[in-house]
Nanobody
């Protein structure tokens, strides 16, 4: 069982930045694929960024060049640095861990970008 706890959400003006953190339990964090999803305006949850166990990162088109996903295996933590935020980035952001074909989810953290 893997527990994920997100933090770092909040209210920011358009053009500002936030850094989300997701702390994971367990001793095998380094082998997890970690992902950030977001749910915007009641739409379905969508993948925003992925980082593999080897550190390779992938991004959804709308966040490329603005968001950066990273991980610190020594701290069992994955981060999402979000720059140049837009009002359309407002939503719930969820951390996801994928290991051995099983997914785990955090509880989500709210990001609100005011215009």
């Amino acid at each position: 069982q893997v527990q994920l706890v997100e933090s770092g959400g909040g209210l920011v003006q358009a053009g500002g930045s936030l850094r989300l953190s997701c702390a994971a339990s367990g001793r095998l964090f380094s082998i997890y694929t970690m992902r950030w999803y977001r749910q915007i305006s009641g739409t379905e949850r969508k993948l925003a960024a992925t980082i593999t166990s080897s550190g390779t990162a992938y991004y959804e088109d709308s966040v490329k060049g603005r968001f950066t996903i990273s991980r610190d295996n020594a701290k069992n933590t994955v981060y999402l640095q979000m720059n140049s935020l837009k009002p359309e980035d407002t939503g719930l952001y969820y951390c996801n861990a994928l290991t051995m074909g099983v997914e785990y989810w955090g509880q989500g953290t709210q990001v609100t970008v005011s215009s």
